[in-house]
């Protein structure tokens, strides 16, 4: 007979086998058996100061190794204080498993500490929410989460677990994990779209996360570069088609998108962040037409027209399209005074920013903050964002070298991210630099777990832009109303005195010369380092677009 062993330790053998290499939590009695299982299947426990950051760092896990990631909640606000997270995880698309606490079953219904029904609150955020039926079921129960957390189109699974359950011996519980066949895309649907390409002269290839989350990343490099297509990336896209490379149009991104004839959009939703799928009609140029790929029908945009898409494997989307496209007889020489043209855009843009990158203004202009930064930035650097103004310049002016180096918080927008997204980092990537930009707003969100950092000895390089306001908010409020209100916060505070305290190290700058100092200082301290800029709170973010 098969040795017994109690159901925690079932639910995280069952994780490890599906990749996971680390636990992330906040210390609750309800998921004890949890805890000890990792004990016994020697897998690290991260224990943080607040639920959400175990979220975020889970999640940050999954987009960073494509593997899913694991947090344990504990019951009741345990896992209310998770709920930002995992609908950051579900707009994202991260594989992730969140399981939670859950008062006893023996007591269930008589008022026991933090008994609440978790899953009808998780459903509308979650691919799955469901409580676990028995001891007997924990195994294939949590087996359940994981395939559904992998399956396309990724994303975030909830499963609480009864605290008697996870006590109760259990056998030990044999794991299955077949990889799926690959959603194979509709010949003719590509070959539709490569006849569009074959007749536009100004195309445009936005590579979105998704390319990056289905490890498609070689084939849409091929493939732009195939046929010679200007690129312009979104999200985790980034570093697809690297800094510097010729094709890499983001900052001619106004006229490309303005001017555009056909855009062709890979693994991204058509959100507020790409004009809701409208593209052309700038300077008397028709609207474009617009393609649409993903990885399953579900992320197929409904809401706007397009004149084709397809879904499927990206990397098999791609390399059929680009098959496509030399029996439609697609000629990148069409195209090709629109390629130079955007280029040449791109190169003058980035010519133009070069006095702003080095401003001596005092207050000092965010913009010299990334010109001394793109200085000491290795081609691995993972670079991470985490608030409004000041991490919309570093989505303009930080250029990926490899993909899979970027991080924000995506579509959902949600603050908070930071703490935890750097955590995940310094763990999944240890020999690579670590930077986490935050706005001064944003860092009032998760400061606290700089004290995670220092406990388990992960240094990062932290950046905040301190201009003493919600940028994000005062800049459009004074615009509406000639006035703003519940957009200030304190001028010069001393988050990096916050820092300190905790463990780590840090510093004030207020004039431009010292930046380049500070952040050397900072990557060479070998500890938590928050640099912390005092920005000039007049100065404001040039943007297009609100979201709303």
């Known amino acids: 007979m098969e040795a017994s062993r109690h159901a925690g330790d079932v639910a995280v053998a069952v994780a490890g086998s599906y990749g996971v290499e680390t636990m992330f939590t906040l210390s609750g009695g309800h998921v004890f058996p949890l805890y000890d299982g990792a004990v016994h299947e020697k897998m690290p426990i991260v224990d943080v100061r607040h639920e959400q950051s175990a979220v975020f760092a889970a999640e940050a896990t999954a987009r960073l190794t494509r593997r899913p990631g694991l947090a344990v909640l504990?019951?009741?606000?345990?896992?209310?204080?998770?709920?930002?997270?995992?609908?950051?995880?579900?707009?994202?698309?991260?594989?992730?498993?969140?399981?939670?606490?859950?008062?006893?079953?023996?007591?269930?219904?008589?008022?026991?500490?933090?008994?609440?029904?978790?899953?009808?609150?998780?459903?509308?955020?979650?691919?799955?929410?469901?409580?676990?039926?028995s001891a007997e079921s924990v195994g294939q129960d949590v087996e359940s989460a994981f395939r559904t957390a992998i399956a396309p189109h990724r994303g975030p699974v909830f499963l609480d677990l009864y605290m008697d359950h996870l006590f109760s011996p259990v056998p030990t519980h044999a794991v299955s994990t077949p990889t799926p066949s690959p959603l194979e895309p509709d010949p003719d649907a590509l070959a539709g779209i490569a006849r569009h390409l074959a007749e536009a002269e100004r195309p445009v290839l936005v590579l979105g996360s998704d390319v990056w989350?289905?490890?498609?990343?070689?084939?849409?490099?091929?493939?732009?570069?195939?046929?010679?297509?200007?690129?312009?990336?979104?999200?985790?896209?980034?570093?697809?088609?690297?800094?510097?490379?010729?094709?890499?149009?983001?900052?001619?991104?106004?006229?490309?998108?303005?001017?555009?004839?056909?855009?062709?959009?890979?693994?991204?939703?058509?959100?507020?962040?790409?004009?809701?799928?409208?593209?052309?009609?700038?300077?008397?140029?028709?609207?474009?037409?617009?393609?649409?790929?993903?990885?399953?029908?579900?992320?197929?945009?409904?809401?706007?027209g397009t004149v084709g898409s397809a879904a499927g494997d990206l990397s098999l989307l791609l390399w059929g399209l680009g098959a496509a496209c030399e029996t439609a007889g697609v000629?990148?020489?069409?195209?090709?005074?629109?390629?130079?043209?955007?280029?040449?855009?791109?190169?003058?843009a980035t010519a133009a920013d070069a006095e702003l990158l080095g401003a001596t203004a005092d207050p000092i202009h965010p913009m010299r903050i990334y010109g001394e930064?793109?200085?000491?930035?290795?081609?691995?650097?993972?670079?991470?964002?985490?608030?409004?103004?000041?991490?919309?310049?570093?989505?303009?002016?930080?250029?990926?070298?490899?993909?899979?180096?970027?991080?924000?918080?995506?579509?959902?927008?949600?603050l908070g991210t930071g703490l935890g997204y750097a955590i995940a980092a310094r763990l999944s990537r240890p020999s690579s630099q670590v930077v986490l930009l935050l706005g001064d707003g944003a860092a009032g969100f998760s400061l606290m777990d700089v004290d995670t950092l220092v406990r388990h000895r992960l240094p990062v390089v932290m950046i905040c832009g301190n201009n003493g306001s919600w940028g994000l908010e005062k800049h459009p409020m004074r615009l509406l109303y000639g006035y703003d209100v519940a957009a200030d916060l304190q001028p010069q505070c001393r988050y990096d005195q916050v820092v300190t305290a905790l463990g780590g190290g840090g510093e004030l700058v207020t004039r431009p010369e010292e930046i380049g100092p500070a952040l050397r200082r900072a990557f060479d301290s070998g500890v938590p380092y928050l640099v912390n800029v005092a920005t000039d709170p007049d100065v404001a973010y040039p943007r297009n677009t609100t979201g709303l």
């Not at 000629?331 to 003058?348: F, Q, V």
């Not at 290795?378 to 899979?404: C, L, M, N, T, W």
């Open 74 to 133: 504990t019951a009741g606000p345990g896992v209310t204080n998770g709920v930002s997270g995992i609908t950051t995880a579900r707009f994202n698309g991260s594989p992730l498993v969140v399981l939670g606490g859950r008062a006893p079953q023996s007591r269930w219904g008589t008022g026991a500490l933090q008994e609440l029904d978790h899953p009808p609150l998780l459903a509308p955020v979650t691919k799955l929410s469901f409580t676990a039926a």
């Open 213 to 304: 989350m289905d490890r498609a990343e070689e084939a849409a490099r091929d493939f732009a570069e195939q046929w010679r297509l200007p690129v312009i990336p979104n999200g985790q896209g980034r570093g697809i088609v690297p800094s510097g490379h010729e094709l890499l149009v983001t900052r001619a991104r106004s006229i490309a998108f303005g001017q555009a004839d056909l855009v062709i959009v890979v693994g991204a939703p058509l959100d507020f962040r790409l004009g809701y799928g409208w593209f052309g009609g700038k300077e008397g140029a028709p609207l474009a037409k617009v393609v649409h790929l993903a990885d399953t029908q579900s992320q197929l945009a409904t809401h706007t």
């Open 331 to 348: 000629d990148p020489a069409s195209y090709a005074p629109w390629t130079t043209r955007l280029a040449e855009a791109a190169k003058a």
């Open 373 to 414: 930064l793109a200085r000491l930035l290795d081609d691995d650097a993972v670079v991470i964002g985490d608030g409004g103004d000041f991490v919309s310049y570093a989505g303009k002016y930080v250029e990926s070298r490899q993909p899979g180096c970027w991080l924000d918080p995506g579509p959902y927008g949600c």
